[in-house]
């Protein structure tokens, strides 16, 4: 599936702590939402910090997509707020969505254009270089196989996708880094890659918040695990985790 | 915000030109209503005279509609609507740039249905074609800026499909009755330029004030 193996290395230029405006500090405050009479997240407060990979743990339907989506600004509270930081100074709107960077189920690429031109694309809209060096150079970071880069996206493998996807996600060199199910599709390898490569951005100063079921992969990487049980945080602890340590959690507190 | 706005709408119209799926389709089901009028109604130049601008519009209307719904299919494939929305620009430059994308198209529909008409009916639909070319240019913004703004809106919803123009065709009445009024006024016998230019005055009012409308209520409709 993984044709070429990720530079986890030249990935920590992908995030860049220390800039002007990255966000170093989000404040999820008693963030509630509700879907008509459907309760997605009952007063979930939590706090994500620079250089910290948080494990969002949890059953399907326990509310993890929804806390992404609203610390994302892509959903709407009913209730609570998220307030984003940078050197203790609060951020807003466009500065906010300019330091985020989405992995979500779906690849948020489009089919009909190449992966050049998916990223070429996104870079106008995030005022980034799009010159080829700078395209080709992410490209290399997440491992594309440069013979596909010229290719209708839709033609893709799943692996591939899932690495566009990620160039996508790093264009911008986030502050923020939040991802929805990024092992989903991937095989053994990819996965392990995939996660070598989350604690590179961790490493390189990035808030990384990652929503899985796969904890082999986030094993000694996630240092930050919250679980939530249908929409209310059940667990917040801050620490390293080994395979067996995370397992364990999950089984005591996501049930 | 401009520049944003060309940027999104260039990526719909550059997909758009590779696949050439919702023009040929938009394009081919216009055609196809203006070959069913020509058999279902008697080639009479008082009826075609009157009868002709409420074809035009109606082909632009469904023809449109399929349009619409399916440009913001393509938003939903790959949930790239979303990544739109992440981006750090104003989320109206979304907004417009999906709605200049759909007016382009709305345009290519109209450059089929205007001379099947004309050659199909003998409609004389080409005496005023300064005049006509405007009321169809503000149609097809008109229709483009209401109809982004509800097809956007749909986006998650199932039934969008059926829903679409149950929502959309209330709001487009005054732009049909002043597309169908004015096209009328262009191609009567003897062309009458002033009742032309008041609905093509009333066209620019209704595109201006649902601009105003859209821009206003576009980012709460489309954040879940």
Redesign the interface.
Same mark, same amino acid.
């Given at each position: 599936m993984l044709a070429r193996e990720p530079d986890s290395a030249s990935l920590r230029d992908a995030a860049r702590p220390g800039k002007a405006g990255a966000i170093d500090l989000v404040k999820i405050e008693k963030v509630a939402k509700r879907y008509g009479s459907e309760r997605a997240l009952a007063g979930v407060s939590l706090e994500l910090r620079a250089g910290s990979m948080c494990a969002l743990l949890g059953h399907n339907g326990a509310g993890k997509t929804t806390l992404v989506g609203v610390v994302s600004t892509l959903v709407r509270p009913t209730g609570g707020q998220v307030a984003y930081e940078s050197a203790g100074k609060r951020v807003e709107g466009d500065r906010v969505r300019r330091e985020i960077g989405l992995l979500a189920h779906a690849s948020l690429c489009y089919g009909e254009l190449s992966a050049i031109e998916n990223l070429e694309f996104f870079a106008g809209l995030y005022g980034v270089d799009a010159s080829a060096p700078a395209i080709g150079k992410l490209l290399d970071q997440v491992g594309l196989d440069p013979r596909a880069r010229g290719r209708a996206a839709r033609t893709y493998s799943r692996g591939m996708v899932q690495r566009l996807a990620l160039a996508r996600a790093l264009l911008a060199q986030p502050s923020l880094v939040l991802l929805d199910e990024p092992f989903t599709g991937l095989d053994r390898g990819g996965a392990l890659a995939l996660g070598e490569q989350l604690g590179a951005l961790r490493d390189a100063g990035a808030i990384v918040v990652v929503v899985t079921h796969d904890l082999e992969a986030i094993a000694g990487r996630a240092d930050h695990v919250a679980i939530l049980r249908r929409g209310q945080l059940v667990l917040e602890e801050r620490g390293a985790y080994s395979y067996e340590q995370l397992k364990d959690l999950y089984h005591r507190h996501a049930n | 915000m401009l520049r944003?706005a060309a *940027?999104?709408a260039w990526?719909d119209l550059?997909?758009e030109l *590779?696949?050439r799926e919702i023009v040929y389709t938009m394009a081919f089901f216009g055609g196809l209503l203006v070959v069913v009028y020509s058999f279902v109604f008697p080639v009479d130049p008082i009826l075609v005279r009157a009868a002709v601008p409420g074809m035009l519009w109606v082909s632009i209307a469904f023809a449109g509609t399929i349009g619409l719904g399916r440009a913001f299919d *393509?938003e939903r =494939?790959?949930?790239?609507m *979303? %990544?739109?929305?992440? %981006? @750090?620009? @104003?989320r109206l430059s979304v907004f417009l740039g999906k709605a200049i994308a759909i007016a382009a198209l709305v345009l290519a529909v109209t450059a089929v249905c205007v001379p099947a008409l004309a050659l199909l009916l003998d409609a004389p639909l080409f005496a005023e074609p300064g005049p006509l070319v405007l009321v169809l240019v503000l149609g097809a913004i008109g229709f483009a800026i209401v109809g982004t703004v509800f097809a956007a809106s749909l986006l998650k919803v199932r039934s969008r499909d059926v829903l679409l123009p149950v929502v959309l065709y209330p709001l487009l009445v005054p732009l049909f009755v002043a597309g169908t009024s004015a096209t009328a006024a262009l191609i009567a016998e003897r062309a009458n330029l002033a009742k032309a230019w008041y609905w093509i005055g009333f066209l620019g009012l209704y595109d201006a004030a649902f601009l105003v409308l859209s821009l206003w209520v576009f980012e709460s409709l489309v954040? =879940?």
């Open positions: - | 944003q *940027r999104v990526k550059r997909i *590779r696949s *393509r =494939e790959n949930d790239t *979303r %990544a739109l929305l992440l %981006a @750090p620009v @104003p954040i =879940e």
